[in-house]
């Protein structure tokens, strides 16, 4: 049983707005999963530019580990881990507000004007998520295990890397993507990168545990697609590119790569490790 040393725990109104608010961001991001791994054509016409299936089956991959995120604070009711999402996603939609605003100056394309509206009111809901959950204290008060936390850290890195790369529209993806595609993918992986960092520098299992089921979710999208294009060595583009376009070999092996790694590390964490396995612990009281 593990006691908690600290007197002060989020009170029960608290922990149920984070356990309502997993809750139906959790559901609402499944149902987008769901949604967008066979897009309709209303979907697929939405955005900005045209792109290949497999960016939306990347797109499903976000949102299902959003929705794996949720339903671990859903789940939890942790407060603090409120904190690393609202991060996240005031970097990300910050990112992506910044580049559509730019664009529909630059451009004067209406059809951009709903997606940076999108974007910058998930910028200002992530602010006010973090704003509300940054000083929370953890109801569980387990420390963050020193492998997770230098795994963190390396993706973290990791990501910045990528997610700088793809922000300056260059083309480090497996499969080719539009120049405005490749900065919102960047602005998503600079998100991922920042809530990373949080969870490492918090110190603290109950900051880590929901990115882990998020990563092990989003792994479980893309497998079979990344094995798929890795055994075909091409990828159908519709004729947008041509009627196929090679795979970025390297690329993709470095993809598959974290993707085997973030899966062992969240199967060992969560399953196996005496200190931080989901079965087998004691419910934290209620405060």
Same mark, same amino acid.
């Given at each position: 049983?593990?006691?908690? !040393?600290?007197?002060?725990?989020?009170?029960?109104?608290?922990?149920?707005?984070?356990?309502?608010?997993?809750? &139906?961001?959790?559901?609402?991001?499944?149902?987008? +999963?769901?949604?967008?791994?066979?897009?309709?054509?209303?979907?697929?016409?939405?955005?900005?530019?045209?792109?290949?299936?497999?960016?939306?089956?990347?797109?499903?991959?976000?949102?299902?580990?959003?929705?794996?995120?949720?339903?671990?604070?859903?789940?939890?009711?942790?407060?603090?881990?409120?904190?690393?999402? /609202?991060?996240? +996603?005031?970097?990300?939609?910050?990112?992506?507000?910044?580049?559509?605003?730019?664009?529909?100056?630059?451009?004067?394309? *209406?059809? =951009?004007?709903?997606?940076?509206?999108?974007? !910058?009111? +998930?910028?200002?809901? /992530?602010?006010?998520?973090?704003?509300?959950?940054?000083?929370?204290?953890?109801?569980?008060?387990?420390?963050?295990?020193?492998?997770?936390?230098?795994?963190?850290?390396?993706?973290?890195?990791?990501?910045?890397?990528?997610? *700088?790369? =793809?922000?300056?529209?260059?083309?480090? &993806?497996?499969?080719?993507?539009?120049?405005? !595609?490749?900065?919102?993918?960047?602005?998503?992986?600079?998100?991922?990168?920042?809530? &990373?960092?949080?969870?490492?520098?918090?110190?603290?299992?109950?900051?880590?545990?929901?990115?882990?089921?998020? &990563?092990?979710?989003?792994?479980?999208?893309?497998?079979?697609?990344? *094995?798929?294009?890795?055994?075909?060595?091409?990828?159908? !583009?519709?004729?947008?590119?041509?009627?196929?376009?090679?795979?970025?070999?390297?690329?993709?092996?470095?993809?598959?790569?974290?993707? *085997?790694?973030?899966?062992?590390?969240?199967?060992?964490?969560?399953?196996?490790?005496?200190?931080?396995?989901?079965?087998?612990?004691?419910?934290?009281?209620?405060?």
């Amino acid at each position: 049983m593990h006691e908690h !040393t600290g007197a002060q725990v989020p009170s029960r109104a608290a922990r149920g707005v984070a356990r309502a608010l997993g809750g &139906f961001n959790a559901t609402a991001f499944a149902a987008l +999963t769901l949604v967008l791994l066979d897009p309709p054509v209303a979907v697929v016409a939405a955005w900005p530019w045209p792109e290949l299936p497999m960016s939306f089956v990347f797109l499903a991959s976000i949102a299902a580990s959003i929705a794996a995120v949720w339903a671990t604070i859903a789940w939890r009711a942790e407060v603090t881990a409120v904190a690393g999402i /609202g991060l996240n +996603t005031l970097v990300a939609g910050g990112g992506a507000a910044l580049y559509l605003g730019l664009q529909l100056h630059a451009t004067g394309r *209406g059809a =951009l004007a709903a997606m940076a509206g999108v974007a !910058t009111a +998930t910028a200002l809901f /992530g602010a006010v998520l973090w704003g509300w959950a940054r000083r929370a204290p953890a109801v569980d008060p387990r420390p963050l295990p020193a492998l997770v936390r230098h795994a963190f850290v390396a993706f973290s890195l990791t990501l910045v890397v990528a997610g *700088g790369a =793809l922000a300056a529209q260059r083309q480090v &993806f497996p499969w080719p993507l539009q120049p405005g !595609t490749a900065t919102l993918f960047g602005c998503i992986f600079l998100g991922a990168a920042a809530y &990373f960092g949080h969870a490492a520098a918090a110190r603290r299992w109950a900051a880590a545990e929901p990115l882990l089921w998020g &990563f092990l979710a989003y792994d479980l999208v893309l497998f079979v697609p990344y *094995g798929r294009l890795l055994a075909e060595g091409h990828i159908v !583009t519709d004729g947008f590119y041509g009627s196929s376009a090679p795979v970025n070999v390297t690329s993709l092996a470095i993809y598959l790569t974290v993707l *085997g790694a973030s899966a062992l590390l969240a199967l060992y964490t969560m399953l196996i490790a005496p200190a931080t396995r989901c079965w087998g612990r004691a419910a934290p009281p209620a405060a």
